[in-house]
């Protein structure tokens, strides 16, 4: 089968295609999250051997509206030792870098002469720092979480920031590293060179440890059950968004998903390969969505299956055994690399 030409950093594309580009991301986060948060629901309820949403639509489709409309209704209250602009400004960052990330997700290769005549790359951008576009954006997320909780003026939204930049913090060196691997493989930081690197071999064979550090840490980044102690509602009300009602506690958790995504995206394009799969070309982003489909049902099952973790197991367990992994992986690829 004959392949499209390599999608490279110097690509440039026309205004009118970026602007176009833009305007389909946020529409693909607006439509992706609310069914995502249906699909949870529902394979909870399996999982726990009950219906899930059933009432609101035929077979419980339109709840996620529904809970929407009912964000949207809530009343919006500012306890009166916050800082109202740093509570309006917290979810504002978290929404923001998390979508920001998802632009560098490929879900193709370029198209020469596609439709109406363009030429257009399959992804938001393909800049020359690749994968450390994710990790610049990364890295600001936190502040979101922190600013939330500091800006509350409220104990528990404090310890719950205090908790979620240890956590983060921790962890993304991790999730840093368990990539490293990849990188020195495929030889660039590009995601639409590394996934054209892989046209042979998913990277997920030769850095298998890589990509079980990379799940472990993706969960701890992304807040998701076992590592949701920065919310933990049992030790600290809801942590870091216990001062926040309507559609700014909404806000967060829309943040919390559209991480998901994007972790499921980066996933599939370092290591199972991106677009590969069988078929013609037409085929790339269904493989794509395909994959992280399956990413996003993975998140859903640990949820249900794991109990939460005690705080000093969870700094331990990052410390003492995910991160000399890590550096032992990154290590050891460089010197089968070089050699």
Known sequence: MTRLPLASVSFVESTGVQIVKAVVIFAFVLVVVPMILLLERKLLG???????????????LLQPLADVLKLLSKERFTPSTAVPWMMAMAPAISIFTAVVTLAIIPFGDVRRHGLFGASYGLYGIDVSIGILWAFAFGALAFYGLMLGGWASGSKYSFLGAMRSAAQLISYEVSLGLSLVGVVITAGSL??????NSQDHIWYVVPQFVGFCIFMVAAFAETNRPPFDLP????????????????????????????????????????????????????????????????????????????????????????????????????????????T
Do not use: C
């Open 231 to 338: 919310e933990a509602d049992a030790e600290i009300v809801a942590g870091y968004n216990t001062e926040f009602g309507g559609m700014r506690f909404g806000s967060f958790f829309m943040a919390e998903y559209i991480n998901m995504v994007a972790i499921a995206g980066i996933a599939t394009a370092m290591f199972l390969g991106g677009w590969h799969g069988p078929g013609p070309g037409w085929l790339d982003p269904i493989w794509v969505l395909v994959k992280m489909f399956g990413f996003i049902v993975l998140f859903i099952w640990i949820r249900a299956t794991l109990p939460r973790l005690r705080y000093d197991q969870l700094m331990a367990f990052g410390w003492k055994i995910l991160l000399p992994l890590a550096t032992v992986n990154a290590l050891v690829t460089a010197i089968l690399v070089a």
């Open 190 to 195: 590009s995601l639409t060179q590394i996934v």
């Open 46 to 60: 399996r999982f726990q051997a009950r219906l899930g949403p059933n009432r609101v639509g035929p077979y419980g």
